[in-house]
């Protein structure tokens, strides 16, 4: 079994911002793209800005990056099987001799895949001070603290 990579676009905001989504507490908040992939800094966990906690960075993925990657993932399956189906039916086909075996097959159809861009929203901007990342966040009266999503600490 083969391992197969696909790559999926997220156009951010008007400032380069994307949304990610917490774990635990199922808010969402936005990360700039050009910090978050920086390879120069490479980083293996967030933290949530609303509630602190801490986990993979994949784990954060917005629900909509999920059925992303879902729907490529099935897309590319059904092509495969597509293929092998076609090979088959082509050779059943050209069978010759006593027994001669006849194979239709209705290709599988796709799902649609759409294209993921961030919409400009009334988010606050925070820059942290130890580290020097953004976040952008709902920025209510009530909240009284922002966490850095990439060092964790209270900004």
Do not use: W
Not at 9 to 27: A, H, K, L, M, R
């Amino acid at each position: 079994m083969s391992t197969e990579n696909f790559t999926i676009s997220i156009q951010g905001d008007s400032e380069g911002y994307v949304t990610f989504e917490c774990p635990y507490c199922n808010s969402e908040f936005k990360l700039q793209a050009g910090e978050y992939q920086n390879d120069d800094e490479p980083f293996e966990e967030l933290f949530c800005p609303y509630c602190g906690l801490a986990k993979e960075k994949n784990e954060f993925l917005s629900a909509e990056v999920i059925e992303q990657a879902q729907a490529i993932a099935y897309n590319y399956m059904v092509e495969e099987l597509n293929k092998t189906f076609k090979k088959m039916q082509r050779l059943l086909n050209r069978s010759k001799g006593l027994i001669k075996i006849k194979m239709d097959y209705k290709p599988l159809k796709k799902v649609a895949t759409k294209e993921l861009k961030d919409k400009d929203t009334t988010e606050t901007e925070f820059k942290c001070s130890c580290c020097g990342r953004r976040v952008k966040v709902l920025y209510c009266a009530g909240a009284a603290k922002v966490f850095c999503p990439y060092c964790g600490v209270d900004i």
